[in-house]
């Protein structure tokens, strides 16, 4: 037990220093079908993306306030490879124009504008920290000379078309981010086409699974099972979910890039949840005393699961809760 303790804190310690190397902050896009009401990005420099749907013929719009010296890095990826592959139109004071001017697009006043077509990926790359696919289209890179508003534009010139915006390069999270990234995860996953039963299965089986499990269990033994022990467990099978959806997802995304070196870590990413689940686990067995030492673990299970996105956010609560329930009979199972 002192090894997964010492194992799941090393990994909280360096995952928020490693995991930001690729990965993007969400943002949502809004109604952004015009100038008007042009999705605005907070921090251009910083990394976020924008996933969205665009039906033949729409476009959708993105505004970022850029500074003298900012480097302005835009990227245009897709759900699947055979995808209508979208455009990506820059407009701006300090862009330098193209000779091709974009049909149906809003302009605005004093603006440069530049239009690169995207191109169909010539293949599938593999992300591992959200274990899934992107094809990246068409990418931009600039540094300004010209401060003022800029914009761009991704316009839908074939079919339907699910697209993610990439803007920025510095990969930070704020808290609130952090702790939503589950969330996040699922939405990615849908947006790439899964079908949300394939998305929720590794939980639904793990969840069902789980509480055989513990019915089993306390028939056998014929102890109480108290509500610190029951939220315990339920969080320990929620974590054990996260870790049975992460694998599941690496091998769907790898079934398509084929193998690559950086799977390892998102091994390194179902493992740490699984490991969080046998602990909770281990902490909601019935008839265990509540004491300090108990309440620490059942503490530090939740903190951990938060930083290690376990347990879709409800896992992490359970355990909290587990450790701030106050002492007696209907807690504990001992009355």
Known sequence: MR???SLILL???????ILPASAHSPLGAGENRNLAYATPIPDPLRSYVVYGHLQAGEAAYFRMDMARGDRLGLAVNVNRADSPVPTL??????IQPSLQLPLAVEIPSGSHVRVLPGA???????????????YEV????????????????????????????VVGYRE??????????????????????????AVAAPYVLILLAGLGILAWQQMKERKARGTRAWLASLAGILYIGTGASTG????????????????????????????????????????LSPTEGMRLSLLAVGVLGLVAWAGLIGGPVLALCAAMLPKGSTGDGTG
């Open 120 to 134: 169909p990926p010539a293949k599938a790359e593999y992300e591992p920290f959200s274990p899934s696919v992107m």
């Open 11 to 17: 990994w909280a310690v360096l995952a928020p220093a």
């Open 89 to 94: 139109v820059v407009m701006g004071a300090g």
């Open 248 to 287: 599941y997802q690496m091998l769907r995304a790898l079934s398509q890039t084929g193998y690559t070196p950086e799977s390892t870590i998102t091994m390194v990413f179902a493992l740490v949840p699984i490991l969080l689940g046998v602990w909770a686990l281990r902490l909601g067995r019935p008839g």
């Open 172 to 197: 930070e999270f704020t808290v609130g981010e952090w702790i939503l990234i589950p969330a996040s995860l699922v939405r990615i996953y849908l947006w790439e086409g899964q079908p949300w039963w």
């Open 138 to 165: 068409t990418e931009y890179t600039v540094i300004i000379d010209e401060p003022g508003t800029y914009h761009a534009v991704v316009m839908a010139s074939g079919g339907n078309t699910d697209y993610g915006f």
């Open 3 to 5: 090894c997964l303790i």
